[in-house]
């Protein structure tokens, strides 16, 4: 009687699959990962819709030359759920689980997202103050990086109103989709392009050079903080402690604007 091989699940990697040309399929299964990287890194998306956004009237800037808030909020929100379906489908095609990448293993799972929203809860308080040292730090001893005096998205939490949906947004947008996106580029950096330590560096600085607009003293507090989170996905391979903690910190950053500016 033949042997029967036993069946390899979707998510194992092309190399192991095919193993006669090991090379070449590693180099496909690395082009596949960057190629997915890319995609959800939300720079295609969101040309793609702010353009929409463009056809359909919806200025990205106000009449006085600020950032319109419709225009942030519709297009990050749709941007969130979009990326969300992305990664769900990217990782159904790879045989992979949405749920164990972002939430963990399946036994003890909701016990483990209680303990891991507290701990994200915790470390709030000690990543706005950490960042508050890092910025002033920086902008003492090296003034030159502080090189946008006034912060663009300041404009988008003037009132009380504008401040609470734009925290909103940046609960939504920032502490859920960007964690999301972090474990999802984390996995393929793990499986595909070189490791977890590589993925942390290379994430983070993308991370920070997304908010360039803000300044290169912003560029350098967010990679940090995007390091951070990214290394308390790696400690308890679960999204729900970056996802609070990262929303948490975006909150008191809006409120503190709102109620004593930057």
């Not at 319109?68 to 689980?97: C, F, K, N, P, R």
């Not at 090189?147 to 609960?171: D, K």
Request: glycine share 10%; net charge neutral; proline share 5%.
């Amino acid at each position: 009687m033949a042997a029967i091989s036993p069946k390899m699940p979707d998510s194992t990697p092309e190399s192991l699959v095919n193993p006669g040309r090991p090379d070449a399929a590693d180099f496909r299964d690395r082009v596949t990962a960057v190629i997915e990287i890319l995609l959800c890194s939300s720079i295609p998306t969101q040309l793609a819709i702010g353009a929409l956004l463009g056809l359909a009237g919806i200025p990205a800037r106000d009449a006085s030359g600020n950032l319109s808030l419709t225009y942030v909020v519709v297009l990050s929100l749709t941007d969130t759920m979009l990326l969300i379906v992305m990664m769900i489908l990217l990782m159904h095609a790879h045989g992979e689980s949405a749920r164990a990448t972002w939430l963990g293993p399946a036994d003890g799972r909701g016990a483990r997202a209680v303990r891991d929203g507290l701990v994200g809860l915790g470390t709030v308080p000690l990543v706005f103050v950490g960042v508050g040292i890092l910025l002033n730090a920086i902008r003492l001893f090296v003034p030159s990086l502080h090189n946008v005096p006034t912060n663009p998205l300041e404009s988008l939490a003037s009132t009380p109103s504008q401040a609470a949906l734009f925290s909103l947004v940046a609960i939504l947008a920032g502490g859920l989709r960007e964690e999301l996106q972090r474990a999802f580029m984390l996995r393929r950096f793990e499986q595909y392009l070189g490791g977890a330590t590589v993925g942390i560096w290379v994430i983070s600085i993308a991370f920070g050079l997304g908010h360039m607009m803000q300044g290169w003293d912003a560029v350098i507090t967010t990679a940090t903080l995007g390091a951070f989170w990214a290394w308390m996905y790696i400690q308890r391979r679960s999204s729900v402690g970056p996802i609070v903690s990262h929303a948490g910190f975006n909150s008191l950053e809006i409120l503190r604007v709102a109620v004593i500016g930057q």
